[in-house]
Each structure stands twice: as C-alpha cells, then as structure tokens.
C-alpha cells in the first residue's frame, strides 16, 4: 500500500537527499513503513540553510516538495498549480495522511474528501493556539477561522490519531463511525528506575529548575519563568538557578533577565543533541517546567519526567494530560508559576512525590507501549481498507 503524507514542513534539498530543520527526521518514517510499502511525503521547499539539520531521505521513502507555497503571497498566486500537484500525487495513494494543524493539510484534506480517498487525520495541536501566538496580526485574525476548519475536517476524517490522552480529542472529536487512536509522536526509550532517582536535588538549598525550547520562538514560556522568579520573595528568588537549553539567539532573554537583575541566576546552555546528554542533565534537576503558550505533547517534558523530574506547566496541548493539576497554570499566567515555585521550594516532600508520579505516568510512552497501540491501529484500518 502507498501513503501520501502531506504538512506544512520546510525540507531542503541537496545532492538528491532531502534534509529537515529537526522536525521531520529519517527516524519519523518507520512507523509509517510498519503498514506501508512506501510513503510520499509532500512539503515545502526550502532554500534556507537552517532547514539542512538532519537527514530525512530514507529508503521507501521519496519526497515531493513543492515551490508553490514559499510564502502567502505565492500561496495565493498559485493555489490552483498546487492543487494539482496534490491531485496528481492522491492518484497513486491508497490513504492520503494528512498532519493538522496545517494550511497544506487544510487544503489536501479538501481535495481527498473530494475525490473520495480514504483520509487519516494526525492531529499534533491545537490550531487556534498556534496562530494565536504566531506573532502576527495575520496569525491572530484567521486563527478562528482555522479553528473551525480544522474541526470541519477532523470531524470527516476516516481514521483519526492524537498526541495526547484527552486534551486534543476534547478540542478536535472524530465522527462516531472513524477508526481513532491515542499515539503519541514522542517516544520514550527508557525510564529511570525509582531507585536510581538522585533524591538529593530535591532538598538542596539553590532550586535547579531547567527548561527546554528554541530561543529563535517566543512562545515557549521563558520570559514567563523570568517574570515568575522575579516575584518571589528573596529568601526563595535568591536560592533558584534556571538551566536554558535551546537553539537560537538568546539575548532578547538576556536583556529580560538584566532587567529583572536576575543575570547571575540563569545558565544558557544552547542546544544540545538529543538523547543522553541532556537525559544526564535532567537527571540532576530539581523540577522540570513547561510554561508554553502552544505545544502538542513536548517532547522535553516527557523525556524530564523519564528521568524522575517533577514537572509544572501550562494547560495548552497535551500537558494538561500529564502534569498534576496542582502544578498547572493557564497559559502567560506568571502569577500562579510564581505561587507554585513558593510552594514546591517551602515543600520540598512535594517533590520527591511527584519524581514518582511521574515515573509512573510516562509509562504509556514507552515504545513498546505505543508500538502496540500503533498495531492495534493498524490492524483496524486495514480490516476497513479490505472490507471497503
């Protein structure tokens, strides 16, 4: 069987491979190629080096990236050529994937329900929270409308997969008679054991606090935890160090924290490879935040909570789904954070007992765990392939 898996990601090409900026690597396709004998991935050409990071060509795998999306203006001039290179590409597919929120998933989705193909819909966040802070007027002005087209084609969909336990399912619900499935595009190789927690970066007198996201994007929640610091009192304010671990240009956060005299506090690690480096730095934190304004499942909060840390974050995506209540926040609430910090650094027993909740919550994200779920799936969307 052939898949057509459409989304709005940059690639960039050079000497016949296809590279990503980080998103997409060649270690996204096997799940798909677990099904299928070959897969299409239809995304936008990129001409910018920053999309060159990682390799994404893969064997079974070919890539058609189109030129007719570079921007919104060239979007709109050639919508129509777009339209049919996706038509031209949905030929030869026996299921059209489509990855929302998107505007090319938006647009194929149209199309596929058209041509009556078969439709699997990933749903990876919530549209409104995305182009609410994308930063733009525009991005604000069309989120709304986004949102109910999102719905609209979430709702038609044969086959349905969210990132999340509850939360996107809430905001996007499937047809009654769609084939759907809780699968988690993070995957989690390995738990601490309980055992082998370092209890003693729960009682040290400096908090450690860490989190991780591009300083390149605004809306990861950093300048957010800066404001929640600030407003501690200095018996606690004086006694917290927050690790930053992103890509990108940091001085805009610099100059935020110079303001808030908190520079002496704050170390900016800069990106780190995935995997065991930064598993060994979490290792050694006190708790693990996620003030986000937007996200889907973060990876980094789920790989914190692997290693025993405790987590705070914000009700956007799919944290709600795996952060304590008590340690939730509404999204650009530095107040609560604020409150919360208090409470956890006067508290300390709080979190030794979340470093075990969270052990015991990431257990679902296993691979061996999702990769049942993804056969059971499977299983279940070829029996309706078959019997179609």
Not at 6 to 22: A, L, M, Q, R, T
Not at 130 to 144: C, D, M, Q, T
Not at 312 to 331: C, N
């Amino acid at each position: 069987m052939n898949l057509l898996f459409i989304h709005d990601h940059p690639f960039f090409e050079d000497n016949h491979k296809v590279y990503s900026g980080g998103g997409l690597p060649n270690n996204t396709w096997p799940k798909y190629l677990k099904n299928f004998s070959t897969l299409t991935v239809f995304g936008r050409k990129s001409t910018d080096l920053k999309d060159k990071k990682v390799l994404s060509s893969k064997e079974n795998v070919s890539f058609y990236l189109t030129e007719n999306y570079t921007s919104l203006s060239i979007f709109i001039k050639n919508h129509q050529k777009l339209k049919r290179e996706l038509l031209f590409l949905m030929d030869n597919a026996d299921v059209v994937l489509i990855r929302l929120p998107s505007i090319l998933g938006i647009v194929a989705a149209n199309i596929a329900y058209n041509q009556n193909k078969k439709v699997w819909v990933e749903v990876v966040g919530n549209a409104k929270e995305a182009l609410e802070n994308h930063g733009s007027i525009l991005g604000k002005f069309s989120a709304p409308i986004l949102e109910i087209l999102n719905k609209r084609l979430i709702n038609k969909a044969n086959y349905v997969s969210y990132v999340t336990q509850f939360k996107l399912q809430l905001d996007y619900p499937s047809n009654k008679k769609a084939i759907t499935s809780c699968i988690s595009n993070v995957i989690i190789n390995n738990i601490i054991d309980s055992d082998d927690i370092n209890r003693n970066r729960f009682t040290l007198p400096v908090l450690k606090i860490c989190l991780i996201g591009g300083f390149d994007v605004k809306y990861k929640g950093q300048n957010l935890l800066l404001k929640a610091v600030s407003a501690l009192p200095n018996h606690i304010k004086n006694n917290i160090e927050l690790f930053f671990i992103g890509k990108g240009n940091y001085d805009w956060l610099e100059d935020i924290a110079r303001e808030l005299n908190l520079s002496t506090q704050i170390k900016f690690i800069g990106s780190m490879e995935s995997g065991e480096p930064i598993l060994k730095l979490l290792q050694q934190m006190s708790l693990y935040i996620q003030p986000s304004l937007t996200e889907g499942m973060p990876r980094a909060l789920l790989e914190a909570m692997s290693m025993g840390c405790p987590v705070m974050g914000s009700k956007v995506g799919g944290i709600p789904d795996v952060v304590s209540d008590h340690l939730l926040h509404d999204k650009g609430d530095f107040k609560t954070i604020a409150n919360q910090l208090a409470s956890l650094f006067l508290n300390r027993q709080i979190l030794s007992d979340e470093s075990f909740r969270s052990l015991k919550v990431i257990e679902p994200y296993l691979k061996t765990n999702l990769d049942n779920k993804r056969d059971e799936f499977y299983a279940k969307m070829n029996e309706n392939l078959k019997n179609d």
